[in-house]
């Protein structure tokens, strides 16, 4: 069955950089992009970015360009996304998810990143 | 970039009633990329509709999506008690950004 598996929460001061890893199982790694999606507390979904695990192409959504990372480990089938500059704005769940042709099927678990100093 | 602008807010309903969410965009969406989520409290989305009107793996037909162009409806035909959620349209189409609506709350009456 597919999983994804992300790591675990983090606390962070202003400033700092956070890396979220998500391990894909279950699929061909490869097959399908990752998107990574945040949720502020008692907030809506936000789109961050999507990265190809096929050829690693990526793109952010415009307000995270410069701040933002994803990469794959197509050898682990893993995923990452790496958060620069801290805020406290930046608290939120982060989510990865199987981006294909038929919508964001699969989600990670979530990663509660907390920015405080 | 595309705007999702969904309504209403917040629904107010009873189990067994009919649930009809919007999902409105500030151009034109291919069909082909439009998605509905389920979100419940502490947990992770869950895909419901992909493609405007295609049920997930697993979705009950309750579920049920439809619409083009820049107009989408979510229906949910007899509300049971686990439907009681929070609702996000996305468009996820040929090319990024694919952003989100801000959600609609279905509560109980």
């Known amino acids: 069955q597919v999983q994804l598996v992300q790591s675990g929460a983090e606390v962070k001061k202003p400033g700092a950089s956070v890396k979220v890893s998500c391990k894909a199982s279950g699929y061909t790694f490869t097959s399908y992009g990752i998107s990574w999606v945040r949720q502020a507390p008692g907030q809506g979904l936000e789109w961050m970015g999507w990265i190809s695990a096929y050829n690693g192409n990526t793109n952010y959504a415009q307000k995270l360009q410069g701040r933002v990372t994803m990469t794959t480990d197509t050898s682990t089938s893993t995923a990452y996304m790496e958060l620069r500059s801290l805020r406290s704005d930046d608290t939120a769940v982060y989510y990865c998810?199987?981006?294909?042709?038929?919508?964001?099927?699969?989600w990670g678990q979530g990663t509660l990143v907390t920015v405080s100093s | 970039e595309i705007v999702l602008t969904q309504s209403p807010g917040t629904l107010s309903l009873s189990p067994g009633e009919r649930a009809t969410l919007s999902c409105r965009a500030s151009?034109?969406?291919?069909?082909?990329?439009l998605a509905w989520y389920q979100q419940k409290p502490g947990q992770a989305p869950r895909l419901l509709i992909y493609?405007?009107?295609s049920r997930a793996t697993g979705i009950p037909d309750r579920f049920s999506g439809s619409g083009s162009g820049t107009d989408f409806t979510l229906t949910i035909s007899r509300l049971e008690p686990e439907d009681f959620a929070v609702y996000y349209c996305q468009q996820y189409g040929s090319s990024p950004p694919w952003p989100f609506g801000q959600g609609t709350k279905v509560e109980i009456k």
């Open positions: 493609g405007a009107s």
């Open positions: 998810a199987r981006q294909g042709g038929g919508g964001t099927d699969y």
């Open positions: 151009q034109s969406v291919s069909s082909s990329y």
